[in-house]
């Protein structure tokens, strides 16, 4: 997670309140800049709500409802590859939030969740509490006890010894195991003096310590042994490599969390091989390299040459695998069948061997500079890679050509998905797609260089995208890049009320919403006539007019656009609008399909997910 150099050592004295030691180590993660915090305020994280309010660097952004927040939070930590930082109330509050950190747990996210809660005589009392489960001390435990099962790391602040060493235990530990952390913050703590001293030493650079994970002591019996691990295992993956004639790497999810793209890239162009990325690690390297093979997805794949492709491999290096359902097209490939390598961010994994403690950041740079001295034969001069590099530019261009002259027609998935890759999406974008046909149709196209592409593949919550594309454009805002969202008009319904919070911060997304009258991903699986898959029919085009202050309201009325487009040739316009392109104002683009439309590989996954479910 690549930062800014950190701020110069605070002026402060030898005592801070908890508070102020907390925001100082939230600040000191921004480098200087400016630091968003994702949350809504409740009567026991107010005190502690002053002390953001009143920083210079601390921006409050002030969600909808805390599952929002979440969200924000999580697609905050992967555009900006740092740590994001939400706040909310006890009980009510951080059960709200509960299903956004969860998928930040599921996907490997830094979240820092700060809960504010009851003072610790009002925990230690026999007194009952709003906001808890009407059962004194236990109502405590209770929420204690869920955020253990869905965050990393935890602690419960009862005094003020220690809370500064466990505020930087949290934080340090968030950032190097790229997963959510839990801190509860009594009301009676919030302004409690501690000492200062730790502060005038910042933590480490993010990108320094992330996915530096230490081998647990019971592994290792001394360093003499872990480096003797270090160096056998990358023996044998370097006698496997140079015993191979086909190899390939695969990069996924945890590639892209644990930061380890440039070390992927320098390691497939040391051997010389073809790569593939996956649903989850799509875009760590970018799609313009030579050796770029394609996303590979099992029997989804798409085209079928790329599957070809990958399976006609000898030796598959998997960096960073996250092997789930929709990340392997239901487990459809058979790369499982050949010798494979898992280079995961605390073990490695050869063939049916498994060695903990040894992590991919310790194993590339070895293994790369070993790989050097056997790289393969030049494998895009391989009529397989020739074949599955025509096919793929045929699944964008043929389509495009097919459809040429003949633009007066409604828009199905097969040319909406080319038309926005080829001539729309740009160097350095940031691209959500919901779950659902969104997530399904950007697997076939070839994104620009450096971008960043969000999707909820392992979670899947419905709705996320919407908030997250808020988090999204605020780290993109910073970083002078566009922020693109594709979301169906279904689960648009559940998170929606986030563009007021758009609005108010005069953010700029353009926001994509796929008008297919209801869960198109449900009827694929199931019930593709029932009642439970339509939605209520509201008016898009009203949304941001609706949401927008009033006439004569405090808050700043800011530019907005809304549009519908039901053609292709009417979205083919709108492409081409260089206004529409400059992303220089909020916009949301209706684009109307017909009900039962769906790409290519949602139609292969829901077949499989309903024989799974059967």
Request: include cysteine; glycine fraction near 8%; proline fraction near 5%.
């Amino acid at each position: 997670m690549d930062l800014a150099p950190q701020v110069d050592k605070p002026n402060v004295g030898d005592t801070v309140t908890i508070s102020e030691y907390l925001v100082t180590r939230i600040d000191q993660l921004g480098g200087g800049g400016r630091q968003p915090i994702y949350g809504v305020p409740g009567d026991f994280n107010l005190q502690f709500l002053d002390f953001i309010e009143n920083h210079p660097r601390l921006d409050w952004v002030g969600n909808c409802n805390e599952l929002n927040a979440a969200y924000a939070a999580d697609a905050y930590a992967r555009t900006s590859k740092s740590l994001a930082t939400l706040v909310t109330t006890s009980g009510v509050g951080e059960l709200s939030a509960i299903n956004g950190v969860a998928g930040s747990m599921a996907e490997r996210l830094p979240i820092l969740h700060i809960v504010g809660v009851a003072s610790t005589a009002i925990m230690n009392s026999s007194k009952v509490l709003h906001h808890t489960l009407a059962a004194t001390r236990s109502s405590y435990s209770a929420f204690a006890n869920i955020a253990r099962e869905i965050t990393s790391a935890q602690a419960f602040l009862q005094s003020p010894e220690g809370a500064g060493q466990e505020i930087d235990r949290l934080i340090l530990h968030a950032i190097t195991n790229c997963k959510p952390v839990y801190l509860s913050l009594p009301t009676d703590l919030v302004s409690v003096k501690i000492p200062s001293a730790p502060l005038k030493k910042p933590l480490p650079n993010a990108h320094e310590i992330r996915g530096r994970i230490e081998a647990d002591s019971t592994v290792f019996a001394n360093e003499n042994e872990k480096q003797k691990a270090y160096e056998a295992v990358a023996d044998e993956i370097t006698r496997l490599f140079r015993d191979a004639k086909n190899p390939i790497v695969v990069i996924d999810a945890c590639a892209l969390r644990y930061g380890v793209e440039k070390e992927s890239q320098a390691l497939i162009e040391a051997g010389n091989m073809v790569f593939f990325d996956t649903p989850m690690g799509k875009g760590a390297i970018d799609h313009s390299h030579p050796n770029f093979g394609g996303t590979y997805v099992g029997a989804v794949s798409n085209p079928i040459e790329v599957k070809e492709l990958a399976e006609a491999s000898d030796l598959v290096i998997n960096l960073g695998a996250l092997s789930s359902d929709f990340n392997t097209g239901g487990w459809s490939g058979t790369l499982g069948d050949k010798k494979v390598i898992e280079l995961h961010s605390d073990f490695t994994v050869i063939g049916y061997a498994r060695y903990p403690g040894v992590p991919m950041r310790v194993v590339l740079p070895k293994i790369t500079e070993e790989f050097k001295k056997f790289a393969k034969p030049d494998p895009t001069k391989a009529e397989k890679f020739i074949n599955a590099k025509k096919a793929r530019h045929e699944c964008s261009f043929g389509v495009l050509n097919k459809y040429k002259g003949n633009l007066d027609t409604p828009i199905t998935h097969d040319w909406f998905w080319p038309r926005f890759a080829n001539g729309f999406f740009q160097t350095k974008d940031v691209i959500l797609t919901e779950t659902g046909t969104s997530s399904f149709g950007i697997l076939d196209v070839n994104l620009p260089d450096k971008v960043t592409s969000i999707s909820q593949v392992l979670w899947g919550s419905i709705g996320y995208s919407l908030p997250a594309a808020l988090g999204a454009s605020i780290a993109a805002r910073d970083q002078g890049r566009r922020t693109i969202l594709f979301i169906g008009d279904g689960s648009l319904q559940l998170t929606l009320q986030e563009l007021a919070t758009m609005l108010r911060l005069d953010l700029k997304p353009i926001i994509v919403v796929l008008s297919n009258d209801g869960y198109e991903i449900e009827r694929k699986i199931h019930g593709e006539t029932a009642k439970y898959n339509d939605i209520s029919h509201i008016d898009h085009q009203l949304l941001l007019q609706a949401l927008s202050p009033p006439e004569g309201s405090k808050q700043k009325r800011v530019e907005h656009q809304s549009l519908q487009v039901k053609t292709k040739a009417e979205l083919d316009r709108v492409l081409n609008d260089k206004d529409f392109a400059s992303a220089s104002k909020l916009t949301l683009l209706e684009v109307v399909m017909p009900r039962n439309d769906s790409p290519h590989g949602l139609l292969l996954q829901a077949e499989m997910s309903a024989k799974i479910n059967a």
